[in-house]
């Protein structure tokens, strides 16, 4: 699955790429969303048909051209186009990771109730292990919330680059992106662990919850 932040770019190459290789291609948007309490952040949307296919376009289409600085759509126009799409509720990057942060399951709770409404049995818990701080401090409350609302968990791996070894120069990159230097501590940065895992290694990073790997490819069956 391809997700690509607010924006379809790679879709076309990607599809006819795994197509070529014999691979089923998952098209999505990692969707910047805003609203809701306080919600900010990305939420994964895969389509899982046509219609979830056209929907992605005019999301992806309403983060770019409504008037504001930054791409993103609101909480509630997410909603109101997810006929044909799947929801993951992103990991450590997602947007209810600031909110339990701030031990505000409450909001995360009412949130991910709407969302359950309009994605009635295709929203997922999304939970990465990446080794970083916030993912690791907001996975517990991320799996009370699943369970309580009877929402299936999933695991998923961010990726950013292709092996271990590639994360020295993906950093590298990331500093020319945002102008900053190696050394500085404040700046955007990602795990040497966001690398394209293997099945087995997902499996072994994920054995206390297999069912959350199990859910993986119960997504990638309902996406056609």
Known sequence: ???????????????????????????????????????????????????????LMRLSSAAFLDEHDVPHVAFERMLEHSEGLL?????????????????KADVVEA?????????PDRLYVELHRHEERREADTEEALIDLAYRLGLPIVAANDIRFEKRSD???????????????LGEED?????????????????????????????TAEVARRCA
């Open 1 to 55: 699955g391809l997700t690509d932040a607010n924006n379809l770019f790679g879709a076309l190459e990607f599809s006819e790429a795994a197509s070529d290789a014999g691979v089923q291609p998952i098209v999505g948007l990692a969707l910047d969303v805003k609203g809701e309490g306080g919600v900010d952040g990305a939420i994964a949307l895969f389509a899982q048909n046509v219609a979830g296919y056209a929907n």
């Open 87 to 103: 929801a993951l509720t992103g990991g450590g990057e997602g947007a209810f990771t600031p909110l339990l942060l701030e031990s």
């Open 111 to 119: 949130a991910l109730q709407r969302m359950a409404q309009a994605f």
């Open 167 to 181: 994360h020295g120069g993906h950093d590298a990159l990331m500093c020319i992106a945002a102008s900053s230097y």
């Open 187 to 215: 700046r955007p940065r990602v795990s040497a662990q966001h690398y394209f895992k293997s099945a087995d290694e997902m499996r072994a990073l994920f054995a206390d919850l297999p069912e959350a790997i199990d859910n």
